[in-house]
């Protein structure tokens, strides 16, 4: 399916806009800003 340009300019607007309002209504703040996510980079190994 291929939108035509104007309307995937909309959806991207209508989208932000509806992240906004539903995030505007939490209230988020870090648990523990001193954390750091360690991330193990690893192989699959196929047998």
């Given amino acids: ?9 909309f959806a991207l ?5 509806v992240i906004a309002i539903v995030l505007g209504r ?4 870090l648990d523990d800003p001193s954390y750091e996510r360690a991330i ?7 047998t």
């Fill in 1 to 9: 399916m291929v939108l035509e340009p104007a309307l995937a300019g």
């Fill in 13 to 17: 607007q209508e989208s932000t806009l």
């Fill in 40 to 46: 193990e980079e690893t192989l699959p190994i196929k």
């Fill in 26 to 29: 939490f209230d988020l703040e």
